[in-house]
């Protein structure tokens, strides 16, 4: 009976081993495509930040030899108006993502901190009861 017990701790140790290794490495997994992800979003946000500053300058520059034309057509102002409007918010809320996203990839380069975090947590405070 003794035999059968460590047999089967030793089964259980070698299966959670087995099952231990295999979750590392889907993690590891999952750490790779997401920083790739990342890197392909934070270009291609840069990317469209890029454009929308060109736009932004075009419609500048559009608006100003709309206003030298003699006849001023009011449908066109006001479109080109909402249009600049629309393409400056574009504009805002890509630079507030590339922030983010820059926020993000310094938040998760820093594996350290959690490691830094584990160990403040598991040191006890002075005067603490626990």
């Known amino acids: 009976m003794f035999f059968a017990t460590i047999i089967l701790i030793l089964l259980g140790a070698l299966l959670s081993l087995f099952t231990a290794v295999r979750a590392l490495r889907a993690y590891l997994r999952y750490r790779r495509a997401r920083a790739a992800f990342q890197i392909e979003v934070t270009d291609e946000v840069a990317r469209l930040a890029a454009r929308t500053d060109e ?11 709309a206003a030298e034309l003699p006849v001023r ?21 890509l630079r507030q993502v590339q922030r983010v996203l820059s926020f993000n990839a310094l938040k998760t380069l820093s594996a350290d901190r959690i490691g830094r975090m584990a160990r403040k947590a598991s040191v006890p405070k002075k005067g603490s009861l626990g």
């Open 55 to 65: 736009l932004e300058r075009n419609l500048s520059a559009l608006d100003a030899r």
């Open 73 to 93: 057509i009011s449908e066109l102002q006001r479109n080109l108006d909402n249009l600049q409007v629309l393409t400056k918010a574009l504009g805002t809320t």
